[in-house]
């Protein structure tokens, strides 16, 4: 079933906000984790919250930087990829971004958190819950306004 959007010319209603977000999302992958792992992460968590718009720009950001297409399609069962496909560090982010996305049915443990600082300091801490939130973000405007995966990319994504 394809859904129709709510909002036609969305990107265009509300510009300061949009703007906003933008420059956080731009700020996220500036930031010490590297763009991979933003990525990764933002593939992640768009999958847990279905969100296609994401899911789509996401993956296709991944293979433009060279991602191999079988490691991206295990990303949703990455606990039971091999550990050639994600690093430590990565599996260590994609656990902690399930975890906060979980919130609020569900707090991240001691455990999770524990895992995460074994490969993060505190500011990739903070900077990967800055990538969170802004993903989740975009996830629920995509999501609640049934935004279109577009069927031509724009340029440049």
């Known amino acids: ?5 709510r909002i036609s010319s969305f990107y265009s209603v509300a510009p300061a906000n949009l703007q906003a977000m933008i420059a956080l999302s731009a700020s996220v992958k500036k930031s010490s984790l590297g763009i991979r792992l933003v990525e990764l992460v ?4 768009s999958q847990l919250n279905g969100c296609g718009v994401c899911v789509d720009m996401h993956w296709r950001d991944l293979i433009k930087q060279g991602a191999d297409p079988r490691h991206l399609n295990a990303i949703a069962g990455w606990r039971e990829a091999p550990s050639t496909f994600f690093s430590d560090s990565e599996r260590a982010a994609l656990n902690w971004a399930e975890a906060v996305n979980a919130l609020p049915h569900k707090q991240p443990t001691d455990a999770d958190f524990g895992q995460l600082k074994e490969h993060f300091n505190e500011t990739a801490i903070a900077e990967l819950s800055y990538a969170i939130a802004v993903i989740r973000g975009w996830n629920v405007i995509n999501a609640s306004l049934h935004n279109q995966i577009p069927e031509v990319p724009a340029p440049g994504f």
């Open 1 to 5: 079933m394809t859904q129709t959007a």
């Open 42 to 45: 933002n593939l992640r968590v």
